[in-house]
């Protein structure tokens, strides 16, 4: 069965320009499937002097000709999913095609408020730095058992059974912490209506993935943030609540391991990271962090936190190849480093004087590895106007190819701007 499909996978902490390279792709695509997370997750798309912000839509929703797919392994706010549809039919994208999975599980207004009291009860050293969007809390329903799907919101009857059941446990929960709690009538109506909106674009999207396949039409498959914050694979407690490696696509959309095709991992060209947690590479010079911050806009899409910023930390994607199955990469925000002299690269950590070469899984362990650098010249020139390979100085041609001998991945693609025509691609691979 000769498929052709494309994973795009975040590589460090999320953030990297997934979804700018996942529209790059997905011009080449007639499905693109979002296969984990939720409305946490946020991405930045622009072309046509035009730019569109989306949390929870795939990539593809701009182009009429794809089918745009919310897989089962989703969480979903249907109420900000209304208003990220009428958003977009606002801004001129009116011809689209989107599914959403019947079995995907739906975020309430008490999974949102539970997610924050979680947070706010914990001593400082142990806040995760949570999007409070309600994300965990839905997850964790839906392993107990407890949650709402999609397809719940169709049934009046079953709707309004399991929201009583819910509120019957959390109410207590709330009244015991001295919280808001919610009654039947402003959740059931609202969230009624929100399916009924939805009506027609509810399906099985299992079989739907599965049929676009197995007629070897293009799927893409993008997930939300990175590998670090996988839920198994990730620097665990400070991670998401689902696995946005590709080995957990077949999981999450209902389909095969065997009609998945190449993992492309999206990278920058330096590292940051959102929230707590270790961070080996992270920059000390916060003159040249606050610098590379301003100069790459890493201001959270969704929360609008300040990312913090480090070198290239080749132990982290080492990690994020082996656990996803990485066979290309793309490198996003190369023209952020021009004009610096010197860049370095962590290709090692320092744990207890001896030299190791893996993210320990213990979170505080992790904490207290010392990065060990290389460092390599820099390019003053612009880059922003480059079409190819060839066209990038010395220097920069240098660095990628630097980040390819290291990592024993081939570089499919970089970028050097926020749009379209900025992509260059090095090897075809969708």
Known sequence: MNTKS??????????????????????????????????????????????????????????????NVLASGTVIDVIQLVKEIKRIEEQGIKDYQL???????????????????????????????????????TYSDKALRDGIRICD????????????????????????????????????????????????????????????????????????????????????????????????????????PKLLSNTLGVVKAYSTRVGAGAFPSELQDQMLANDIRIKGNEFGTVTKRPRRIGWFDAVILRHAIRTSGIDFIAVTLLDVLSGLKEIEIVDSYLLEGKKID????????????????????????????????????????NYLLKLEEILEVKISTFSVGPDRSQTIEIKEVF
């Open 99 to 137: 599914f959403i999975s019947d079995k995907a599980h739906v975020i309430f207004p008490y999974h949102i408020q539970m997610d924050g009291m979680f947070e706010d009860l914990k001593t400082e050293e142990n806040k995760i730095g949570t999007t409070r969007k309600g994300i965990g809390p």
């Open 358 to 397: 893996f993210v320990p899984s213990d979170v505080e362990i992790f904490e207290q590895v010392e990065p060990v650098t290389f460092k390599m010249p820099g390019w003053e020139e612009d880059i922003t106007q480059v079409k190819s390979f060839d066209e990038l100085p010395q220097n920069a041609k």
């Open 6 to 67: 494309l994973a795009i996978v975040g590589t460090q902490w999320g953030d990297e320009g997934k979804g700018k390279i996942t529209d790059y792709y997905a011009a080449h695509a007639e499905m693109v499937v979002r296969y984990q997370g939720g409305n946490n997750a946020g991405h930045t798309i622009k072309f046509d002097n035009k730019e569109f912000s989306l949390n929870l839509l795939p990539s593809g929703i701009f182009n009429p000709n794809i089918t």
């Open 153 to 256: 919101l169709l049934n009046a009857k079953k709707l309004s059974s399991k929201i009583k059941d819910n509120l019957a446990i959390k109410n207590k929960i709330f009244t015991a912490f001295g919280l808001k709690t919610f009654t039947f009538e402003e959740i059931y109506q609202p969230y009624y209506d929100a399916g009924q909106f939805l009506k027609s674009k509810i399906t099985d999207t299992s079989r739907l993935v599965e049929n676009f396949l197995k007629a070897n039409k293009k799927v893409l498959f993008e997930g939300a943030q990175g590998v670090m914050l996988c839920l198994d694979h990730g620097t665990y407690p400070f991670v998401t609540s689902s696995s946005p490696t590709s080995s957990s696509i077949p999981y999450n959309v209902g389909i095969s």
